[in-house]
């Protein structure tokens, strides 16, 4: 009974080593790692919250309204462009769901029957990489979150409306590098016009004399 007892021990042994060996195999063929840009790098963060997304599919029959994605919503502002747009991902997958930029003409409304819900037209969304139009309606978690977004995204149109009348109005700076160009040039044209006349004056001596 002694020696089966010890076979035993030896046997239960064995298998607590078998049980607990994890071999480790080098692999074959070493890949670097990449760095993966999100084109977010040159942006700064204005606004993060998290929030539902939907879409109105005008192409069903009947059109209806369908969830596109879970996620944080950001509004994000190029650091050198200056321009702000909104950008929602799906949780866990990142896949995109929302891509568009703000513009002084997008207004939010709000949704019917709910008072943490927003409805709004975006005239170009790039979450399917190819632009199109949509109408997006989003919903938060209370009253308190909407109304936080709606103030931001308020905020955001004001500076994209300052944008454009910037373009419209050049800088004084610019205006006046502008006029200083033109004033060189007109003198130029002057003093080519000197020449010319005393060049000529010089050509009708010299055919007087002859």
Not at 20 to 28: K, L, R
Not at 130 to 146: D, G, S, T
Request: hydrophobic share 30%.
């Amino acid at each position: 009974m002694a020696e089966e007892a010890g076979d035993h021990d030896t046997t239960t042994e064995s298998v607590n080593e078998d049980t607990n060996h994890d071999p480790h195999f080098e692999p074959i063929v070493s890949l670097p790692e990449q760095e993966v840009k999100t084109l977010e790098e040159d942006e700064e963060e204005l606004f993060r919250m998290r929030a539902k997304l939907f879409r109105y599919a005008s192409e069903n029959d009947p059109p209806e309204w369908k969830e596109r994605g879970t996620g944080d919503v950001k509004l994000l502002k190029h650091k050198e462009r200056g321009t702000i747009r909104l950008l929602m991902r799906r949780d866990k997958t990142l896949k995109i769901c929302a891509n568009h930029y703000l513009t002084p003409s997008m207004e939010l409304r709000p949704n019917v029957g709910s008072d943490r819900a927003w409805v709004w037209n975006a005239p170009a969304d790039f979450a399917d990489e190819e632009p199109k139009p949509e109408l997006l309606a989003i919903r938060f978690l209370n009253k308190e979150n909407a109304q936080k977004f709606k103030a931001k995204f308020e905020e955001c149109k004001g500076k994209m409306k300052l944008n454009e009348d910037d373009d419209d109005e050049e800088n004084p700076d610019k205006v006046a590098e502008k006029l200083e160009e033109l004033s060189v040039k007109e003198d130029k044209k002057e003093s080519t016009k000197e020449e010319e006349c005393e060049k000529k004056e010089v050509t009708s001596e010299k055919t007087a004399e002859n």
